[in-house]
């Protein structure tokens, strides 16, 4: 009976092991340029935004707010160039060619992607956050990687200065 339920236990904490691994992920934007990230616990650890404020948005080209958004997240990468990451995945069917395009015209400065250049990141940002498909959909993380914000709709420009401020700020 002992060794019974020993191997019981063993099954079990194997099994929890096993699911308290979090995902990897290798996106590639428009540019071309692959971005790893990896779930943790409390978010996200992206390869090269160590000590960044990280902003991953969902958006539509065909949505209005999130095409209001562009010119903020525009200007908050000017202001903060290398202080800040901004990572935005089009949900509403754009090829990777189309997007490249759109993110040309609209002098966008930050990392583009497609739905399906993202894997199964979309879906995984998805159960995790239990994001039902409203856009524009945005995360927002501190520099250690943890989401500290999550807003589904329009966040004005101010908004987005001052949540940057206070997480660059932030020990």
Request: with cysteine; glycine share 6%; net charge positive.
């Amino acid at each position: 009976m002992t060794k019974l339920l020993f191997t019981f236990m063993l099954v079990i904490s194997s099994i929890f092991a096993q699911n308290t691994t979090q995902p990897s992920f290798d996106i590639v934007d428009t540019q071309g340029q692959h971005i790893q990230i990896k779930g943790t616990q409390d978010g996200l650890d992206i390869v090269g935004a160590k000590d960044k404020v990280v902003f991953l948005e969902f958006f539509g080209h065909r949505c209005p707010p999130c095409l209001q958004t562009i010119p903020h997240l525009i200007n908050l990468k000017n202001k903060y160039k290398d202080k800040v990451e901004i990572i935005t995945i089009e949900v509403q069917g754009l090829n990777n060619e189309q997007l490249k395009a759109f993110t040309k015209a609209k002098g966008i400065n930050y990392h583009t992607i497609s739905d399906n250049k993202s894997g199964s990141f979309t879906n995984y940002i998805a159960q995790r956050s239990n994001w039902q498909g409203s856009i524009p959909f945005m995360l927002v993380l501190d520099k250690k990687g943890n989401v500290q914000y999550i807003q589904a709709g329009l966040i004005p420009e101010q908004t987005l200065n001052q949540v940057t401020e206070k997480l660059l700020s932030a020990k």
